[in-house]
T-cell receptor, first 115, second 114 residues
Framework: AQKVTQAQTEISVVEKEDVTLDCVYE???????LFWYKQPPSGELVFLIR??????QNEISGRYSWNFQKSTSSFNFTITASQVVDSAVYFC????????????FGPGTRLSVLP | DGGITQSPKYLFRKEGQNVTLSCEQN?????MYWYRQDPGQGLRLIYY???????QKGDIAEGYSVSREKKESFPLTVTSAQKNPTAFYLC?????????????FGDGTRLSIL
C-alpha cells in the first residue's frame, strides 16, 4: 500500500524566514512520481512540481526548492524568504501503479506566514 | 483556456434530498476524480474513473454516486444516505493513463445542510 506522511500539521513563520515542509512516502512500486500542491484560502489546488523516482536531482524554481532523497523516502519542500502570499495548505502526493491509478495525498501542512 | 469547471460554487441541501455536483473538463483527460475535504483535513477519495462508462469506488464512496457517460463530464450525486455531507468537494482530472501526470483540480463546491 502507498502512504504519504506530512508530520507537520501547522507551521508559522515570520515573513522572510526560510521554511521547510517535510514529506515522507511509502511505496512498493519501483517507478513512482511525487508531487507538491498548494491550496490557498480560496480552496483550489495548484500543482507545483512533479518528480520521477529515478531522478534525484534537486530542483529550484525561484524561492521554491525541492529535495528528493530515495534513501530516506523523502521529498521535502523549502520556501526561501517566505512571503505572506505563501500562506496556504501544502499537500505532498504520490502516484504509482501502471496507470498512475494509485494516487495518494498526504494530510497536508498548513503554513502561516506572518507579516 | 483549458481547465476544469465545477458548479455550483456553493450548494445547500435539505434533509432527505439528493443533490448533484457538476464537473466538466475540456483538457481531453481520460481520468477524473472526486475528493471530499472536511475543514482542516486532507483529501479523501470518493470515486474515480479511468475511462468513459467505467468508475471505481474510492475510500469513502458510501452515500455517493457518479456517472461517466461522456469523457468531459463526471457528475457526483450526494444522496440522502450520506448523513454528513457538509464539506468541500473537489473534482480533478488527469491526462493519459500514466503515473507521471499530475491531477488538475477545479475550484471546488462547498456543500452545506440547511
Amino acid at each position: 500500500a502507498q502512504k504519504v506522511t506530512q508530520a507537520q500539521t501547522e507551521i508559522s513563520v515570520v515573513e522572510k524566514e526560510d521554511v521547510t515542509l517535510d514529506c515522507v512516502y511509502e511505496t512498493r512500486d519501483t517507478t513512482y512520481y511525487l508531487f507538491w500542491y498548494k491550496q490557498p484560502p480560496s480552496g483550489e489546488l495548484v500543482f507545483l512540481i512533479r518528480r520521477n523516482s529515478f531522478d534525484e536531482q534537486n530542483e529550484i524554481s525561484g524561492r521554491y526548492s525541492w529535495n528528493f532523497q530515495k534513501s530516506t523516502s523523502s521529498f521535502n519542500f523549502t520556501i526561501t524568504a517566505s512571503q505572506v502570499v505563501d500562506s496556504a495548505v501544502y499537500f505532498c502526493a504520490l502516484s504509482g501503479g501502471d496507470y498512475g491509478q494509485n494516487f495518494v495525498f498526504g494530510p497536508g501542512t498548513r503554513l502561516s506566514v506572518l507579516p | 483556456d483549458g481547465g476544469i469547471t465545477q458548479s455550483p460554487k456553493y450548494l445547500f441541501r435539505k434533509e432527505g434530498q439528493n443533490v448533484t455536483l457538476s464537473c466538466e473538463q475540456n483538457l481531453n483527460h481520460d481520468a477524473m476524480y472526486w475528493y471530499r475535504q472536511d475543514p482542516g483535513q486532507g483529501l479523501r477519495l470518493i470515486y474515480y474513473s479511468q475511462i468513459v462508462n467505467d468508475f471505481q469506488k474510492g475510500d469513502i464512496a458510501e452515500g455517493y454516486s457518479v456517472s461517466r457517460e461522456k469523457k468531459e463530464s463526471f457528475p457526483l450525486t450526494v444522496t440522502s444516505a450520506q448523513k454528513n455531507p457538509t464539506a468541500f468537494y473537489l473534482c480533478a482530472s488527469k491526462g493519459a493513463r500514466k503515473g507521471n501526470q499530475p491531477q488538475h483540480f477545479g475550484d471546488g463546491t462547498r456543500l452545506s445542510i440547511l
